[in-house]
């Protein structure tokens, strides 16, 4: 029998390798917009957006071996601990003379929406071939 893919994390490395792609993208327009505090603030979202999917993917992969009934309860408590996890940065930073909250707030919300509807170009929504369409990705199984 063969073993079940990790299709959960293939898709979130799949995203973490997306955002090094466009990172220097971002980080310009936010040198552009702020200054090097635009590029401290969108460092730190790019990171908080990568941190994101990945936590995601290996709860709900962690979950996967436990049971069905597992995966959603995973999927619901990480994702409320992961908000959570987002606000409580945001908190610390807020006052911080060299975070621009607006920019660090756009960059969180924005790299999130434009990394998960580039991947849907790239997700195989089949039990044929679950997870990443074969040879449609920016890792090949044998860079992983």
Wanted: proline letters at 4%; glycine letters at 8%.
């Amino acid at each position: 029998m063969d073993p079940i893919p990790a299709v959960e994390r293939d898709i979130a490395l799949d995203l973490v390798r997306r955002s090094v792609f466009v990172a220097p993208i971002v980080l310009a327009v936010g040198a552009l917009v702020a200054g090097v505090n635009g590029v401290i603030s969108v460092a730190i979202a790019l990171g908080v957006v990568a941190a994101n999917f990945l936590v995601s993917a290996f709860s709900v992969g962690w979950a996967a071996k436990v049971s069905p009934q597992a995966v959603g309860g995973a999927a619901v408590v990480s994702y409320v601990l992961r908000l959570a996890a987002i606000f409580v940065a945001l908190f610390l930073l807020k006052d911080q003379s060299w975070i621009d909250l607006k920019v660090l707030g756009f960059s969180i919300v924005g790299t999130h929406l434009a990394l998960l509807l580039w991947e849907t170009k790239h997700v195989s929504i089949s039990l044929a071939a679950p997870g990443l369409k074969p040879g449609g990705h920016a890792l090949s199984r044998e860079e992983r």
